[in-house]
């Protein structure tokens, strides 16, 4: 499934800062006719708002507080494509006491609210003709650092669920996009770290839109997770985007 962003409506959550606010960004030079701005501080975008005027309606939503998400699916009725890019990142160690609750609070964000996510707007997205879901993974989902063990295992999580969805939602037309950057210029790169070898935001954009109008799955945007494409790339191929039998 093929689609262009231009002349449609888009949500994205984090869209105020980081890889969100590029998406945001790129959408609108793409052509996006609307953008909503989902976050959980309506406020944190007013200056999107300024910049581009009634082309950005923001709309709270909160990815551990659920019933905001529903709301704004019953806001965001005209919406064609929706993009789960927020998360959260902790980076106590795998021994750590402190890395149960750690776990708990990024399985809640970024497994169960990506759910949500999908849950509330897949049925807007079938009124709508299909459209895209699109979930931020990571590298780290194919592959778990030790730094950020929990962090990782709610990205292999997630990314589990990208899978299902696929196969899904394939029947009402819906395309799901899963991206799997490396480190990119964001505050959460910077407070783990990995800011000194992160790439621009705007690639991470650029790239999720080039692969829905190319109909394509995995997303691997910039430097780092270029070469986990090229190691991964016959993997994915042969087995998650394969016809295979579920097991008994």
């Given amino acids: 499934m093929s689609i262009d962003v231009q002349n449609q409506t888009v949500l994205i959550t984090g869209a105020n800062r980081g890889i969100g606010k590029a998406i945001l960004e790129t959408a609108i030079a793409q052509g996006a006719k609307k953008v909503y701005a989902a976050v959980r501080d309506p406020d944190s975008v007013a200056g999107l708002v300024a910049e581009h005027g009634d082309k950005i309606v923001p709309v709270t939503v909160d990815l551990q507080a659920p019933e905001t998400i529903h709301d704004a699916a019953a806001v965001a009725t005209d919406v064609n494509i929706v993009i789960n890019n927020a998360g959260i990142l902790r980076t106590n160690d795998v021994l750590s006491p402190e890395v149960f609750a750690d776990y708990e609070a990024e399985h809640q ?127 994915a191929q042969s087995v998650v985007e394969a016809e295979v039998t579920e097991p008994a």
């Fill in 109 to 235: 964000t970024n497994v169960l609210g990506w759910l949500h996510v999908a849950q509330a707007f897949a049925p807007v997205l079938k009124a709508n003709g299909g459209g895209a879901l699109v979930q931020l993974n990571s590298v780290v989902s194919i592959k778990s650092f030790s730094d950020f063990a929990s962090y990782s295992a709610s990205k292999a999580a997630s990314y589990s669920l990208t899978q299902a969805l696929r196969d899904r939602l394939s029947d009402q037309h819906t395309a799901v996009v899963s991206v799997h950057p490396g480190p990119i210029k964001t505050d959460m790169a910077h407070n783990a770290g990995l800011e000194a070898s992160a790439d621009s935001p705007t690639v991470v954009a650029e790239a999720i839109f080039a692969a829905l109008r190319e109909g394509r799955f995995h997303v691997f945007p910039d430097a780092m997770a270029k070469e986990f494409e090229s190691a991964y790339q016959s993997y």
